[in-house]
């Protein structure tokens, strides 16, 4: 496994009501972590949901019983680590967690295009930013592209081997 980073998976939002629930803004792909009992950090310590109510995007911790305590946690950000993520978020066939494809190779034919630094989302499309291969960028391509990690670019991930095998990716990587 790779370093246990914390990540962003929420931020608090403000009150709502008087009894201390609270607006959550999720910032992860797995809104099922979000249940009572379930343990994050943030900046202050830990915190404790009492519950969470999915339709209404709210949530209340335990020990916030009212709207003034309650208010000292707008724009707290919830983190998770790799291995909470593991435990709490399992995969379908195919799904990928974004800390196992950050660091890949990016991989068409038999060239190495880069490694995978980040991945962005735009509207509802995530992106692999790529950190060019220094070979190529002596050859004046430039020192980062985009992604668009869908079916028509990405054919297959090894996780095991850390590879991401493409396909029109350096036309796009020539384009940019």
């Given at each position: 496994m790779k370093n246990n980073h914390?990540?962003?998976?929420a931020q608090i939002g403000k009150t709502v009501g008087l009894r201390g629930d609270l607006k959550l803004h999720l910032k992860t792909d797995f809104p099922q972590q979000?249940?009572?009992g379930a343990v994050f950090e943030t900046a202050r310590g830990t915190l404790i949901i009492e519950n969470y109510n999915p339709k209404r995007s709210t949530v209340?911790?335990?020990g916030y019983n009212n709207i003034e305590d309650a208010k000292a946690l707008t724009n707290t950000i919830l983190y998770s680590d790799e291995q909470?993520?593991?435990n709490n978020c399992p995969l379908k066939e195919g799904e990928h967690y974004w800390f196992d494809i950050i660091g890949a190779d990016i991989i068409e034919?038999?060239?190495v295009l880069g490694k995978v630094s980040d991945i962005q989302r735009m509207l509802d499309t995530d992106y692999l930013l790529i950190d060019t291969d220094s070979q190529?960028?002596?050859?004046?391509?430039?020192?980062s592209?985009?992604?668009p990690y869908i079916p028509r670019y990405i054919l297959s991930v090894d996780e095991k081997n850390s590879k991401i095998i493409t396909q029109d990716a350096l036309d796009i990587l020539e384009a940019s």
């Open positions: 914390k990540f962003t998976v979000f249940k009572k209340k911790f335990v909470q993520t593991r034919g038999d060239k190529l960028v002596s050859e004046g391509l430039p020192k592209f985009l992604i």
